[in-house]
């Protein structure tokens, strides 16, 4: 894991969300870089690598599959699926987990597809059953799942998913939300036979938002060259950016919207550290450490939102409050200990949970401590307000 | 004008290409702020200031009007007015005077809009008698301007454009491209009764890429708000973003997709410093050293592609390169100087000119003495390629 060492920052409370998470004095730095041509030999170099390492973290060798890191949010993701992968009045399988498959459905419709959800309890995920039913029943042009959503902590398994969607409905994409997941859950995607996964830097890579990142298989970018009708979006068009993301991967520059420069240098210098350690190890690592919380909390005598055992993320806890105790009596208290958690999301049960973020250096570096400190200040902040731990 | 001191930054060669430009060391800085929440009381604080500080840069107080940073870069901003502030089938009249009308066309094209160009000869501005007669002609929901074409230099007159559109078509909005003039060409957005002004960072402002930066008009916001059609874009969608920016900037955290925290804060350090002088003083002293450029370049032999006095941008230059020298001939021999300057990008003369940014920190710090390294080095180049300067 990253060595200890004295850190160069500014003290500063630990921000211990599902999201920006803290980051390391490496990827810091990088983001101070000073000034640089986005066409200058020097960045295409950067820009280009960086590429060539997010197929690494993707676990992807296929070169037919290509990596995107734009300037946005993990939001803009969603944009260039619905956009670009769907055509209008074209149907959406959306499985729901949470908020985030709402607002997913909400970007499809914006660009004229025909989302339908599948929704499953709070806290729950959606059979895989239902899953085979609804492809059966219709010919859908793609699957979305959130690998984990971040206003609940459901993960969901993205292999049998895919694998029940190659047998079922085999042209069908499949596309993953993995904002909260990629760098903390195992995802394979040449071997599962993804179609597109996005993400964004400030959960588990550990760069400062900023960027949309994802890639998107051959069979993805083929539905998308066969397109009739022509892109929906101008900024998220992969016609527009695929040619630029090639050229800068065989480390030719290449212009069509400036590169947020710095933003690219700071993910180049996180991806260096994430593949130094082989990635089966730092999602141990992650998967322990979510443990550890989980059983903590479990012993405090705290509820997961995500109920179902085997379906719980590993980078986020959602944790039901304990009756009688409101978050604006918790929060402030663990605030005033230095550590940052996240109030509730999920519209229905925003008031009654809180999220703690376990990703990245945070994790892999044990010598910070973060959540030694992190499960005590939950531990004296509930006992202040008078809950009995 | 800012304080010389030693700068903290690594050597590098100088960025003096029309952006990115050179970054202040507290730019910098800002870009390396340990994470913070997106939602915390400490960052909404600074979000908040940014929005109200890019207000004076507009030279804006009408609160009906709205300022917006968003993660993204310039060409979203196009995006932003493209489906939101025109409907399928209307019409819009864009003005040309460089490779980015092409683009803004294109760009409104996508979401069902009706681009007319009006294009001018390389170098020259569109007569304000065609844009009458063309407004006159036929009813337009926007006009666009390039206030400086990147890809020429050119510098149009929008407050003369403005004043016509309000007097011949006066529900016309009024739209102002001004990602390589805001911050150093003067712009009243009240004053001059514009619409909408979109930019980027990583030119005058002095920040690096990685936000869409526009201010749209209390005219505009209705306009969008009386829409028929909901936004045709959800990443670039102002239902999703207004109320986001008006809660930010009245100091109340919101969420629709995470702000990219550490670029805001570059934002407000950058504004910081703009704005502790008179902008009247900063535009001058850019008018000044372009001046100074322009006529130095001109004693070299050299031509402008942006040939008419008067409409010659004050924050970059476009050189025609000598009869004889091409540009593989002279960038490299200007880049061993540590000077990095750009090449063409108009597609139809892209080869034949070459392009210096004078923005920023570069020109406002005079002490950098950033120019007369430049000058000095294109001299010598120059004279190297056997051009007899």
């Not at 670009?84 to 949470?98: C, F, Q, R, S, W």
């Not at 947020?260 to 322990?288: C, E, G, T, W, Y």
Request: hydrophobic share 45%; proline share 6%; glycine share 6%.
């Amino acid at each position: 894991m990253t060595m200890s060492k004295p850190s160069t920052q500014a003290a500063h409370p630990l921000t211990l969300i599902p999201g920006p998470v803290e980051f390391t004095d490496e990827v810091l730095a990088a983001m101070a870089t000073p000034s640089q041509s986005h066409v200058s030999p020097q960045f295409v170099e950067v820009f280009g690598d960086a590429l060539a390492l997010l197929r690494q973290l993707f676990l992807n060798t296929d070169k037919r599959a290509q990596t995107f890191a734009i300037a946005g949010a993990g939001t803009l993701g969603w944009d260039f699926v619905a956009a670009n992968l769907i055509e209008p009045g074209e149907d959406a399988l959306v499985l729901h987990t949470g908020y985030f498959a709402d607002s997913l459905a909400d970007c499809i419709a914006t660009y004229g597809g025909k989302p339908t959800q599948l929704k499953a309890p709070i806290g729950d995920i959606v059979p895989l059953d239902a899953i085979e039913a609804e492809l059966k029943a219709k010919k859908y042009k793609v699957v979305t799942i959130t690998h984990v959503d971040t206003s609940t902590g459901v993960l969901s398994d993205i292999k049998s998913i895919a694998a029940l969607v190659r047998a079922v409905s085999p042209e069908t994409l499949v596309i993953v939300d993995g904002v909260c997941s990629v760098g903390v859950e195992e995802i394979r995607f040449d071997d599962w036979d993804l179609d597109l996964v996005l993400t964004a830097p400030q959960k588990a890579i550990g760069v400062p938002a900023g960027l949309s990142i994802f890639i998107a298989s051959g069979r993805a970018l083929d539905v998308f060259r066969a397109r009739k009708a022509p892109p929906a979006s101008y900024y998220a068009s992969l016609a527009k950016w695929l040619p630029i993301m090639q050229n800068y991967e065989a480390k030719k520059p290449s212009y069509f919207s400036t590169p947020p420069v710095q933003n690219i240098h700071a993910l180049l210098a996180s991806l260096k550290q994430i593949l130094a350690v082989p990635l089966a190890d730092r999602f141990a690592a992650h998967a322990r450490m979510s443990d550890r919380i989980k059983s903590t909390i479990g012993s405090y005598g705290l509820k997961q939102v995500a109920a179902r055992e085997g379906y719980q993320a590993n980078g986020m806890t959602a944790v039901y409050l304990p009756d009688g105790v409101a978050l604006p009596d918790l929060l402030p208290r663990i605030a005033k200990r230095g550590i940052v958690l996240a109030g509730g999301l999920h519209k229905e049960i925003a008031t009654k949970y809180f999220r703690i973020g376990h990703m990245g250096v945070s994790v892999t570096d044990e010598d910070r401590e973060d959540f030694d400190k992190a499960l005590a200040a939950i531990k004296e902040s509930l006992a202040e307000t008078g809950y009995a731990v």
